[in-house]
């Protein structure tokens, strides 16, 4: 069983197109996020969401819309595609350490799903 | 400000020892993780160090100075299969991961 699954794995598509990715995880966790990977290999956080609700949303452009139906689920819906969107977009999840500080970060990463826009 | 530096790349022998650093600049800090990725693959968890000192995990050991904001990862009896990014990333107490640039390190025979 795959713990952060997120499909499409490849998405190649025209400037202006919508496109969405889906993102999965049967951890039990509680905080999702997505990070992009550009093509210098850096990750930049997007979004994390813990328990559905919105946390962190880094100055991403209004046309990335994150949604969480449940816990378990964080899809990524992308409007009118840009060319420096092309990247690879990586979803992940961790285990909230309650009150108090983190013993651990430990974020469980899906294999990724690259997206080039042409 | 917040900012993570790691050398871009790193060359070694299989069967030696590798150290990659990572120091980063920050007013806030909570510990420094590690993780490996290896090329078309996903970022791996290797370790988090939350206190200075070592953390010793199999031929991977992590090392955390707070003081000299200051940390990096130990890689022994390398193996080709090692060849790969590594990646610091450090929680600045905002509840998120930021990563480091990376260092790709790459094994030779």
Request: charged letters at 20%; hydrophobic letters at 30%; a negative charge.
């Given at each position: 069983?795959?713990?952060?699954?997120?499909?499409?794995?490849?998405l190649?598509?025209?400037?202006?197109?919508?496109?969405?990715?889906?993102?999965?995880?049967?951890?039990?966790?509680?905080t999702?996020?997505?990070?992009?990977?550009?093509?210098?290999?850096?990750?930049?956080?997007?979004?994390?969401?813990?328990?559905?609700?919105?946390?962190?949303?880094?100055?991403?452009?209004?046309?990335?819309?994150?949604?969480?139906?449940?816990?378990?689920?964080?899809?990524?819906?992308?409007?009118?595609?840009?060319?420096?969107?092309?990247?690879?977009y990586?979803?992940?999840?961790?285990?909230?350490s309650?009150?108090?500080?983190?013993?651990s970060?430990?974020?469980?990463?899906?294999?990724?799903?690259?997206?080039?826009?042409? | 400000?917040?900012?993570?530096?790691?050398?871009?790349?790193?060359?070694?022998?299989?069967?030696?020892?590798?150290?990659?650093?990572?120091t980063?600049?920050?007013?806030?800090?909570?510990?420094?993780?590690?993780?490996?990725?290896?090329?078309?693959?996903?970022p791996?968890?290797?370790?988090?160090?939350?206190?200075?000192?070592?953390?010793e995990t199999?031929?991977?050991?992590?090392?955390?100075?707070?003081?000299?904001?200051?940390?990096?990862?130990?890689?022994?009896?390398?193996?080709?299969?090692?060849?790969?990014?590594?990646?610091?990333?450090?929680?600045?107490?905002?509840?998120?991961?930021?990563?480091?640039?990376?260092?790709?390190?790459?094994?030779?025979?």
């Amino acid at each position: 069983d795959t713990a952060v699954s997120q499909t499409p794995k490849y998405l190649v598509t025209q400037m202006g197109n919508d496109k969405s990715i889906k993102c999965e995880q049967n951890l039990g966790h509680d905080t999702m996020y997505w990070y992009k990977q550009d093509s210098k290999k850096f990750l930049k956080i997007m979004f994390s969401y813990n328990n559905k609700e919105l946390i962190i949303n880094e100055t991403v452009p209004n046309r990335f819309s994150p949604k969480s139906p449940d816990k378990a689920h964080l899809n990524l819906h992308i409007n009118s595609l840009e060319l420096g969107d092309s990247a690879v977009y990586f979803c992940a999840s961790s285990q909230e350490s309650g009150s108090g500080r983190r013993v651990s970060w430990e974020l469980f990463f899906g294999e990724g799903s690259r997206l080039t826009v042409l | 400000g917040q900012s993570l530096e790691q050398p871009s790349e790193v060359t070694a022998v299989e069967g030696a020892i590798v150290q990659i650093n990572c120091t980063y600049q920050t007013s806030g800090f909570y510990g420094l993780s590690w993780y490996q990725q290896h090329d078309g693959g996903a970022p791996t968890f290797l370790s988090y160090n939350a206190l200075d000192g070592l953390e010793e995990t199999g031929r991977f050991s992590s090392f955390l100075s707070r003081s000299d904001s200051y940390g990096y990862l130990l890689l022994q009896e390398l193996q080709m299969k090692d060849s790969a990014s590594y990646f610091c990333a450090v929680d600045f107490g905002n509840e998120k991961l930021t990563f480091g640039t990376g260092t790709r390190l790459t094994i030779i025979p």
